[in-house]
């Protein structure tokens, strides 16, 4: 007996609170509960809810979303990887740079230090809240998986001033770069973002 | 895979799956199970454990390529080889047969005919 697209939505209700990311992943996992379903010679249009639930509380359904998670771990690394290999290119050396150089300039005039200062919270509580979900929709798990990185970061530039009365060179410099490391890496989470969306397969 | 023999199956898992692939050209993921415990006769049992991790991995490696349809109300990820797959099974499937013939004569005890020691 061939599932409807009704019984589809079913499988994929009873998935949702696994809370799988990635969809070909999920996709999959649809894909093999229902043809396991659909090749149950006992399944007829009036069982299929009793099917579902038997094969939900078997080991079975508990093995697939192991898989599935592992699968997940795995690709959150591979991205993850790449994010973090794009400061080690000649590419990602020359944004940084860039974005080091304008944070410098920026700072040499009081009305551009406020407007990088904007700039700076709003990219934070964007990529933070995920508000851009649609165009961006891989940033928020990004974040969620870089937090490590990014939290230390985010205090460094934003609470260094708060300590002294007027800060040396020294921590100017690294407030300044570790802003421009801020700004770079939303660049590059934005690069992650594109590969991510041309690796989505449907 | 059945408990009993799990391991001595779970380095051959990747070539089982590259050969098969090899032979049907493109497979999903439940058809690969399927094909395997129809030709075993139910012997080999792939689970879903073991499957897709390989199959993810093998695709990660370059060795398979993904093509998508929409099937029966829903998506369905079919795998096949890609170029540096098809070399690598036949590189695999020579190992495996070095593996099986070296085995068979360990096991069997039979003496080895050639005059090198």
Redesign the interface.
């Known amino acids: 007996m061939k599932l409807s697209e009704g019984h589809i939505h079913q499988i994929e209700a009873l998935l949702r609170p696994a809370g799988l990311f990635y969809g070909d992943i999920r996709d999959e996992v649809v894909d093999h509960i229902a043809t396991t379903l659909e090749e149950d010679p006992g399944l007829t249009p009036g069982n299929f809810e009793e099917k579902l639930h038997s094969y939900y509380n078997s080991h079975r359904w508990v093995k697939l979303l192991t898989a599935a998670q592992q699968q997940e771990k795995i690709r959150d690394g591979q991205y993850k990887s790449y994010f973090l290999h794009q400061f080690l290119t000649l590419n990602g050396i020359g944004i940084y740079s860039i974005t080091l150089a304008a944070v410098y300039l920026a700072e040499l005039n009081s009305y551009t230090e406020k407007a990088t200062q904007l700039l700076f919270i709003l990219l934070v509580l964007a990529a933070w809240t995920g508000a851009f979900k649609k165009r961006w929709p891989f940033a928020r798990r990004m974040v969620e998986l870089l937090g490590l990185y990014y939290a230390p970061l985010l205090l460094l530039c934003t609470q260094l001033k708060r300590f002294f009365d007027e800060e040396a060179p020294a921590l100017v410099a690294i407030r300044l770069a570790a802003t421009a490391l801020i700004f770079a890496g939303h660049i590059m989470l934005y690069k992650t973002n594109r590969l991510y969306k041309t690796h989505r397969y449907a | 895979m059945n408990m009993k023999n799990s391991q001595l199956y779970k380095g051959s898992l990747t070539t089982i799956i590259m050969k098969l692939l090899e032979e049907n050209g493109r497979m ?3 058809e690969i199970t ?1 094909k395997v415990k129809q030709i075993t006769g139910g012997e080999l049992n792939i ?7 390989a199959l ?1 991995k093998l695709e ?1 490696d370059g060795h398979l390529d ?1 093509e ?1 349809e929409r ?7 079919y795998y096949k080889l890609t170029e540096s797959g098809t070399t690598e099974t036949v590189n695999r499937l020579a190992e495996l047969e070095g593996f099986i013939k070296n085995m068979q004569t360990l096991v069997s005890g039979a003496p080895k005919t050639s005059l090198e020691f």
């Open positions: 999903y993921g439940y399927q689970t879903e454990g073991a499957l897709y991790p993810h990660a993904v998508v099937v029966d109300n829903r998506m369905r990820k």
